[in-house]
């Protein structure tokens, strides 16, 4: 059974626009939600999180936003380059494990 | 040098055959990981160790089995291969108490089991 539900397994943006992926759970032990970033031949690397008691954080023109009551989670990014063309996961973490998404391909065309 | 190695980067083994993945750190960290990553089914836990006497089973432990040889390595086993096996496998470290830095991971094995 999968912990955390991510969507969609693909993804193909134009250059400049918004790439948007989504993350749903149900365990509400879940106190912290990661995404992370992997480019082919590389492992996954930390991208950016946030904690349940906060709506959106900011890092560049990376975006979470957290909607603790719907139990859902995305990850925007805004002005999307070739260069961020890679898998995403998001994860949740409940005690010591980290539960994993499914990842999407993102594709951003020049 | 990588702060995680994995050895080997790429393997081709025969169904039956026992092989070893080898995981070193250089980070210092306390906790490791190994995860499996499957097209479709993103990352699921094999085993995972808090220190080099605690060794725990992960969601998919079945035919592996793992090593904590010292703090910086740790290895993964599959005493008889099998084809379903095939997949990429990530070691990943983290320390304790610090949970919110994430993992460091590896560059990953491919294992291809024929």
């Known amino acids: 059974q999968q912990q955390v539900k991510q969507s969609p397994q693909s993804l193909i943006v134009q250059k400049g626009g918004i790439s948007i992926i989504n993350c749903a759970y149900e365990?509400?032990?879940?106190?912290?939600f990661p995404w992370y970033q992997q480019f082919p031949g590389k492992g996954p690397a930390l991208l950016i999180a946030i904690r349940p008691d906060v709506s959106e954080k900011k890092e560049g023109r990376f975006t979470i936003s957290f909607n603790k009551s719907a139990k859902q989670f995305s990850l925007h990014i805004m002005d999307s380059q070739p260069g961020d063309s890679a898998t995403y996961f998001c994860?949740?973490?409940?005690?010591?494990?980290?539960?994993f998404g499914t990842g999407t391909s993102l594709t951003v065309i020049p | 040098d990588a702060d995680v190695t994995q050895t080997p980067r790429n393997r081709i083994t025969k169904t039956g055959k026992r092989i070893m993945l080898e995981c070193s750190q250089t980070k210092g960290h306390d906790r490791m990981y190994w995860y499996r990553q499957d097209p479709g089914l993103g990352l699921r836990l094999i085993y995972y160790s808090f220190d080099v006497k605690d060794i725990n089973k992960g969601e998919i432990s079945d035919g592996y089995s793992v090593s904590r040889q010292a703090q910086a390595k740790f290895s993964l086993s599959l005493e008889s291969a099998i084809p379903n096996q095939t997949a990429l496998y990530f070691c990943a470290t983290s320390k304790g108490g610090q949970a919110l830095y994430g993992y460091t991971f590896g560059s990953g094995t491919r294992l291809t089991v024929v």
């Open positions: 994860a949740a973490k409940t005690g010591n494990q980290f539960y």
């Open positions: 365990n509400t032990a879940f106190d912290y």
